[in-house]
Protein backbone atom coordinates (compact mmCIF):
# COMPACT_ATOMS: atom_id res chain seq x y z
CA UNK A 1 0.00 0.00 0.00
CA UNK A 2 1.20 3.43 -0.85
CA UNK A 3 0.81 6.32 1.53
CA UNK A 4 0.40 9.77 0.23
CA UNK A 5 0.43 12.92 2.26
CA UNK A 6 -2.01 16.30 1.76
CA UNK A 7 -1.18 19.40 2.23
CA UNK A 8 -3.00 22.52 3.81
CA UNK A 9 -4.00 23.28 0.29
CA UNK A 10 -5.67 20.14 0.18
CA UNK A 11 -2.96 18.54 -2.94
CA UNK A 12 -1.88 15.50 -3.05
CA UNK A 13 1.37 14.28 -5.09
CA UNK A 14 1.67 11.15 -6.63
CA UNK A 15 4.75 8.77 -7.12
CA UNK A 16 5.93 8.06 -10.08
CA UNK A 17 5.56 4.69 -9.50
CA UNK A 18 1.90 5.15 -8.90
CA UNK A 19 1.30 6.49 -12.01
CA UNK A 20 3.15 4.19 -13.62
CA UNK A 21 0.95 2.05 -12.33
CA UNK A 22 -1.94 3.42 -13.42
CA UNK A 23 -0.61 4.30 -16.97
CA UNK A 24 -1.06 8.28 -16.55
CA UNK A 25 1.66 10.18 -17.93
CA UNK A 26 2.17 14.42 -17.40
CA UNK A 27 -0.61 16.13 -18.45
CA UNK A 28 -3.06 13.61 -18.37
CA UNK A 29 -6.03 13.37 -16.41
CA UNK A 30 -7.38 10.82 -13.50
CA UNK A 31 -10.96 10.52 -12.89
CA UNK A 32 -11.87 9.29 -8.96
CA UNK A 33 -15.16 8.09 -8.12
CA UNK A 34 -16.63 8.40 -4.98
CA UNK A 35 -17.81 4.82 -3.15
CA UNK A 36 -19.72 4.19 -0.53
CA UNK A 37 -17.64 4.01 3.03
CA UNK A 38 -15.13 6.88 2.11
CA UNK A 39 -14.08 5.07 -0.48
CA UNK A 40 -12.38 6.24 -3.38
CA UNK A 41 -11.69 4.15 -7.21
CA UNK A 42 -8.72 6.35 -8.75
CA UNK A 43 -8.61 5.93 -12.43
CA UNK A 44 -7.01 7.08 -15.78
CA UNK A 45 -9.16 9.00 -17.84
CA UNK A 46 -9.75 7.84 -21.27
CA UNK A 47 -10.76 10.41 -23.34
CA UNK A 48 -13.58 9.39 -25.89
CA UNK A 49 -12.44 9.36 -29.51
CA UNK A 50 -13.93 11.50 -31.81
CA UNK A 51 -15.02 10.56 -35.16
CA UNK A 52 -12.67 13.14 -36.73
CA UNK A 53 -9.47 10.68 -35.81
CA UNK A 54 -11.04 8.29 -36.97
CA UNK A 55 -11.58 9.53 -40.27
CA UNK A 56 -8.93 8.70 -42.85
CA UNK A 57 -7.56 6.08 -40.47
CA UNK A 58 -7.45 3.46 -43.33
CA UNK A 59 -7.00 6.05 -46.29
CA UNK A 60 -4.79 4.52 -48.80
CA UNK A 61 -4.72 1.03 -47.65
CA UNK A 62 -7.08 0.06 -50.82
CA UNK A 63 -8.17 0.23 -53.67
CA UNK A 64 -11.64 -0.77 -52.82
CA UNK A 65 -14.41 1.40 -52.48
CA UNK A 66 -17.65 0.36 -50.23
CA UNK A 67 -20.58 1.28 -51.10
CA UNK A 68 -23.04 2.06 -48.03
CA UNK A 69 -24.95 -1.00 -48.18
CA UNK A 70 -21.61 -2.87 -48.30
CA UNK A 71 -20.55 -1.14 -45.41
CA UNK A 72 -23.68 -2.00 -43.56
CA UNK A 73 -23.64 -5.27 -44.03
CA UNK A 74 -20.39 -6.06 -42.89
CA UNK A 75 -21.33 -3.83 -40.19
CA UNK A 76 -24.57 -6.45 -39.47
CA UNK A 77 -22.29 -9.15 -39.65
CA UNK A 78 -19.54 -8.33 -37.20
CA UNK A 79 -22.38 -7.27 -34.67
CA UNK A 80 -23.40 -10.92 -35.39
CA UNK A 81 -20.55 -12.36 -34.62
CA UNK A 82 -20.19 -14.27 -38.04
CA UNK A 83 -16.93 -13.66 -39.76
CA UNK A 84 -16.54 -11.49 -42.96
CA UNK A 85 -18.03 -14.48 -45.41
CA UNK A 86 -20.66 -15.88 -43.49
CA UNK A 87 -24.28 -14.16 -44.47
CA UNK A 88 -22.89 -12.08 -47.21
CA UNK A 89 -25.53 -11.55 -49.94
Not at 7 to 29: D, S, Y
Not at 32 to 48: C, E, V
Not at 59 to 75: F, G, Q
Request: aromatic residues 4%; neutral net charge; glycine residues 12%.
Amino acid sequence: MTTLTVTARGQVTFRKEVLQHLGIKPGEKIELDLLPDGRGLLKAARPAGAINSFIGLLADRSDKVATIEELNAAAARGWAGLDKNEGAE
